[in-house]
């Protein structure tokens, strides 16, 4: 298979879904710079497959406050660890092996706490992870080899695959409520719009016939 076909290849859409988040643990209040957490954020495949087939690199961005904030994962896992003690939103920069595909950023806020009295207190590891689909429409024909090659392996079901339906479930269950909201909205302004117009075209209306009576009140 040539590295450099990049023909597109029209019609096609591919859907990788991906799982992105980070791990936390406390271990104490480190003196010598106050460090509470040890914490590992990544990008990770939905199912069991090589990511690195058709990822090339990862960039994460953290607080300015680390010494080299931007750093690059160049092969899997495609992960950072690192100690602090606060929140703060990462940005997470995802490159492919075609460099023609546009990277997909995405954004995740850090959580070193769980939720409930004393939790900064808790040794019991905290979980933060999401649900994301990428879509490749119309890639390039190399792209679309590499992306059927990891489509093609069939790994079995393990207890990361059940836990990540269950992130899948509820992400798209949020989704569908979202667009329901908004689809609500989107109805309700349209009234409210059609309303405004009719308002206004009342308002012009009576203006004219305003501008009607004083005309002819000025021409007698």
């Known amino acids: ?15 990788k879904p991906i799982i992105y988040g980070n791990t936390a643990t ?4 480190r003196h010598e710079d106050g460090h509470t957490h040890k914490w590992c954020v990544y990008v ?14 990862v960039h994460f ?13 160049q092969k899997p896992p495609f992960e950072v660890s690192e100690t602090g003690w606060g929140e703060f939103e990462l940005v997470i920069k995802i490159f492919f092996q075609d ?8 954004y995740h806020v850090l959580k070193l706490y769980s939720n409930g009295q004393d939790s900064e207190l808790s040794e019991k590891p905290v979980l933060s992870e999401f649900y994301e689909e990428i879509i490749f429409q119309d890639p390039s024909t190399y792209m679309k080899y590499v992306l059927n090659d990891t ?3 069939n790994p079995p079901i393990d207890e ?17 409520k979202s667009r329901k ?23 012009k209306d009576e203006i004219c016939a305003l501008q009607s009576q004083c005309s002819s009140s000025a021409l007698r």
Request: hydrophobic share 30%; glycine share 4%; proline share 3%.
């Open 1 to 15: 298979m040539a590295t450099n076909d990049l023909t597109r290849v029209k019609g096609t859409s591919i859907v």
């Open 26 to 29: 406390y271990f104490g209040k």
């Open 44 to 57: 990770r495949p939905y199912v069991n497959e090589d990511i690195g087939t058709w990822v090339k690199k």
């Open 61 to 73: 961005k953290l607080h300015d406050s680390y010494e080299s904030p931007t750093r690059v994962i």
């Open 99 to 106: 460099t023609s595909e546009r990277p997909v950023t995405l």
């Open 151 to 153: 489509l093609s392996k």
């Open 160 to 176: 990361n695959n059940l836990h990540y339906e269950r992130i899948k479930k509820t992400t798209v269950e949020k989704m569908i």
């Open 181 to 203: 909201r908004v689809q609500e909205h989107t109805v309700m302004y349209k009234e409210r719009l059609k309303k405004l117009r009719e308002t206004i075209n009342k308002f």
